[in-house]
């Protein structure tokens, strides 16, 4: 067991039997009246945000966490098969951890996983950007490109993002992987 005062932004603790992970931690001193921490934690399983009062003392639960880089191979149901690039170990990782970014990540990508005790991951982060393939999208308007109009095109992944008028079936494509925006086009 840990102190409240040992924590950090960032650290993994077991609060009311879910895992969270501190987001902020601000340490007051308010006139008279006794120190305390205000911790701001989200919840890993459900992604809500809970914010508390600890005094110093207070003892906490600290989780040793260990993160590894591990590729992304195949989807097999509601998991991805993931491979550690160390050791060639293969685990299946639930979809749910990796929120919306499952839908734009294809075979190949580097997903970094967190690990409680080093059995049970707790989550995963999916690159930032990515490059994909164009499989179909309509044809644009020759000479409308004053004003940045959108259409919708399917990648390889099978998600439909919005893309430029200017981009064709075959073209690749940068995307973010947290929101499935258009970024720019990759030659």
């Known amino acids: 067991m840990a102190t409240i005062s040992d924590l950090s932004k960032g650290n993994y603790i077991r609060y009311n039997g879910d895992i969270m992970q501190v987001e902020e931690l601000q340490h007051r001193t308010p006139g008279n009246l006794r ?58 990782l639930d979809k749910a951890l990796l929120g919306e970014a499952v839908n734009y990540i294809k075979e190949g990508v ?20 990515v490059v994909v393939n164009v499989t179909y999208t309509e044809p644009g308007i020759a000479g409308d490109t004053a004003t940045r109009t959108l259409k919708p095109a399917t990648i390889e992944t099978g998600a439909e993002i919005r893309v430029p008028l200017f981009i064709n079936t075959g073209d690749n494509v940068k995307i973010d992987t947290h929101t499935g925006e258009y970024i720019e086009r990759v030659k």
């Open 35 to 92: 120190a305390f921490y205000q911790i701001k934690m989200r919840n890993l399983r459900n992604g809500k945000l809970a914010e508390n009062r600890f005094r110093p003392g207070d003892s906490v639960d600290l989780l040793s966490v260990e993160t590894k880089e591990y590729q992304y191979l195949y989807a097999d149901g509601d998991s991805l098969v993931c491979m550690d690039k160390d050791t060639f170990d293969q685990i299946y």
């Open 110 to 129: 580097t997903l970094l996983i967190a690990f409680e005790n080093g059995a049970n991951p707790i989550t995963a982060e999916a690159p930032s950007h």
